[in-house]
């Protein structure tokens, strides 16, 4: 661990006002939320094509709720972890403060984050299929799989996105514009492989946003970043942010 790094990034974090954060499952990890690429990652155990698609659940929705039961299963036992932490108390440390997230598991908001941007939806939502109609749902395990709608009896899906859907333009545009206006974007836990997620730092940096890449390993991002820590989230971020409350 370089402590020098960390003291000129605190030096740097306390002279400006705009930050934006996008986080990966990586962020997760150490609550025990397995990740998606790696060697325990869930698509090197699941196949996307079988249970994360359209056509998955037209095909068969009851196993994709199947899995999506299971999934928020090991998430509802886990608690959010130091770095979901620290990112929550920054939503106070700075004036303008924005996390965007790819990660479904709710964790951010458990830790108290209020302003998140949750690209790929949320686990404990659930969207009607005729209605389009959104509502948090936190039952596990679910009673009924496939779930119905109470409304219509129609079938209940995750609101999240599966592979081949786009993403809310709304927040994909809000992404964008936090992304490009800040002044040090954070990429936490990502392995930047998906799109267009993984671009968000890319466009910061090119608007002159200076970039902090937290990974234990390299990624696409790592070329573009100006810290590079390759650490665990829930321990250098907690000594990030003691090194910025030193005055
Ligand atoms: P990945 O599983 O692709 O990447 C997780 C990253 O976290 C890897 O680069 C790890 O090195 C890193 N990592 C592991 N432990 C860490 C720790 N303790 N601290 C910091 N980093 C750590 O997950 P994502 O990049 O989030 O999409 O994947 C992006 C999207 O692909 C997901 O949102 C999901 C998946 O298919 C959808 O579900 C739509």
Redesign the pocket.
Known sequence: MDIKEIIALAGLLRNISRVAVLT????S??SGVP????KD?L?NQFR?EDL?TPEAFERDPALVWQWYNWRRGLIAKVEPNPAHKVLAQWERTFPSFVLIT???DGLHKKAGSTNILEL?GNIWKVRCTKESTVEENYLFPLPEIPPRCPACKALLRPH????GESLDSAILNKAFVFSTSCEVMFA???????QP?ASFPIAAAEAGAKIVE????P?PLTYYADFSFRE???EILPLIDDYLNKK
């Open positions: 990966g499952a990586g962020i990890a150490e990740t998606f690429r790696g990652g698509w996307a994360a790819q990660n479904v790929h999240v996105i599966w592979f936490i836990g990502t392995s930047a492989f998906i997620a937290i990974n234990p390993d990624t665990k989230a829930g």
